[in-house]
């Protein structure tokens, strides 16, 4: 398996190690020694799949006060994954990155407690799996609006994506800020 | 004391409203707009009326502009219309008159000085363009301002909103009045502006003047910047309201149909501002939803 960096502190890209034949293929998504010795050590007490269309943005969620770190992957289409940088105290606070995921690449994004994260689907449907450290709480449940020019995400499809009601009326990053929402 | 000019205006009313008490602790204001005998564009007048009043260590908030921007644009590159001697001829005389008296100016200008083609917020130190005749008639004020004032702090505003709602409607009161009228709205989802609670403004207008920050351009706007259909949407989740009323509507589409230049992405970075009140102790609106629910809004 091959880790990869990125300018988001603690954000990896993992790319798993996949056996092909003429069978199909095999792959390992998670391995809790392997995948602690890259960092991602925490307990995972969650796993979630969602199926959606093309054009439909999920976005971008964070837990204030239990914020759950996130292994995700696409195992059907292709999306385009963000992670947004909204721990105060980070040299890359408000930063973005974005990765494509497809069912072919297979590849998969650890976002670490502490960051907003959305996709938007690029194929006609896409199924999206995650597993979480921690569980899923409404009432803790914080949104950050997807096109926020202060951040600035350049989505693949910019325009009159589909969004939940509660994603469209997500706060904008200096709101967050300022009404220590994060 | 604070000579205001413009001060039965939009921005002038609140001001007013929040700062003329003869109990406060602030400096006194004096209202300084046409109804009160100052005109900014009779020279002489001005300077004798003002006189009269000044003390040396007064100070002047300059409001006073000619803000209709469609009418403007009718008077596209008219140097002898209303626009440009308003805003320009008349900032120059209260320019002077700043310095004559001594007096520290907080200038008011506009984020129509730029050309709204930037994605990213603009910041005070990115290249003013603006792109209609209103934004350069007020670029121009400011270069007066910057070029001629002994002592300045620009503050340049954007679709300030009110605690309660006027006699001219702002954005946010007219979401409001439709919205509970049960009228509907077409609001542009693709243009970017950044609404700002007229309260903040006001607050920081005086703290500008007693702190006489001199030679500083300052981004005085709320922490969100937004398409109007969003605003739209917001204010209707925290009022309740119908969001179905709600027609999103393109400006792209729009601009086609209507030759008026109009600035499409006004996004604002007050980084600058929102520091300064943090070491000030400036308690500002935390979010547009608590700046919303302190609006009262009043059906007619
Ligand atoms: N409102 C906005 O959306 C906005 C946005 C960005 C920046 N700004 C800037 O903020 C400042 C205040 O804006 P505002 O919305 O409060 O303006 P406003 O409501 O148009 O008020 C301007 C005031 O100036 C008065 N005035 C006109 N001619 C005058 C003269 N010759 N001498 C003295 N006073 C005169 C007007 O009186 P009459 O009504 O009797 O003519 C009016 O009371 C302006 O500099 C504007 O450019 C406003």
Redesign the pocket.
């Known amino acids: 398996m091959i880790v990869i960096e990125t300018k988001l502190s603690g954000v990896l890209v993992i790319e798993p190690k996949v056996f092909g034949d003429d069978r199909g293929f095999f792959l390992e998504t998670f391995q809790k020694q392997r995948y602690a010795d890259c960092d991602i050590d925490l307990e995972f007490v969650q796993d979630n799949h969602s199926h959606s269309k093309k054009g439909i943005l999920r976005g971008m969620h964070f837990q204030k006060t239990k914020p759950q770190g996130k292994l995700v992957r696409c195992v059907r289409g292709e999306v385009f994954d963000v992670v947004v940088d909204i721990n105060s105290t980070s040299d890359t606070f408000g930063q973005w990155e974005g990765f494509h995921l497809t069912a072919e690449n297979k590849k998969q994004v650890w976002v670490p407690p502490g960051y907003a994260h959305g996709f938007q689907v690029l194929s006609a449907y896409a199924d999206f799996e995650y597993k979480c450290t921690d569980y899923y709480d409404p009432a803790d449940e914080g949104c950050l609006l997807w096109n926020d020019p202060a951040v600035g995400i350049e989505w693949p499809i910019p325009n009159h994506p589909v969004l939940s009601e509660k994603d469209q009326d997500g706060l904008s990053f200096g709101e967050l800020v300022v009404s220590d929402k994060l | 004391m604070i000579l205001v000019?413009?001060?039965?205006?939009?921005?002038?009313?609140r001001l007013s409203e929040l700062y003329t008490k003869t109990d406060s602790a602030e400096p006194a204001l004096v209202c300084?707009?046409?109804?009160d005998g100052?005109?900014?564009?009779?020279r002489e007048a001005l300077f004798s009326r003002a006189k009269e009043v000044m003390t040396p260590d007064s100070m002047i908030i300059?409001?006073?502009?000619?803000?209709?921007v469609s009418g403007a644009h009718n008077q596209d590159s008219d140097e002898g219309g209303l626009c440009y001697r308003?805003?320009v001829e008349?900032t120059r005389n209260v320019v002077d008159l700043a310095n004559e008296l001594g007096a520290h100016l907080v200038h008011?200008?506009?984020?129509?000085v730029f050309d709204g083609e930037k994605s990213a917020p603009y910041t005070e130190v990115d290249e003013p363009n603006p792109i209609e005749w209103y934004g350069k008639t007020?670029l121009i004020a400011e270069e007066v301002v910057r070029d001629n004032a002994g002592s300045w702090t620009i503050m340049?505003?954007?679709?300030?909103y009110h605690r309660v709602s006027g006699v001219?409607l702002?954005l946010v009161s007219t979401i409001r009045q439709k919205l509970s009228n049960g009228e509907r709205l077409y609001l542009f989802g693709d243009q970017i502006i950044t609404p700002t609670f007229a309260d903040d403004i006001a607050q920081a207008a005086i703290k500008f003047s007693e702190r006489r920050l001199k030679g500083e351009i300052f981004h005085v706007m709320g922490p969100a910047s937004l398409s109007p259909h969003q605003l739209g949407a917001r204010i209707a989740k925290l009022d309740g309201g119908d969001r179905s009323l709600i027609t999103e509507t393109s400006l792209e589409e729009y601009i086609k149909k209507d030759p008026r230049p109009r600035q499409k992405r006004l996004a604002m970075d007050t980084t600058k501002f929102r520091t300064f009140c943090q070491s000030t102790g400036i308690p500002l609106q935390r979010d547009l939803e608590e700046a919303l629910g302190d609006c009262r809004f009043i059906p007619k």
């Open positions: 000019t413009g001060a039965r205006g939009l921005i002038g009313t300084a707009d046409l109804l100052f005109d900014i564009l009779d300059h409001l006073a502009a000619f803000t209709d308003l805003n008349g008011f200008s506009t984020d129509f007020k340049r505003i954007a679709y300030p001219r702002d």
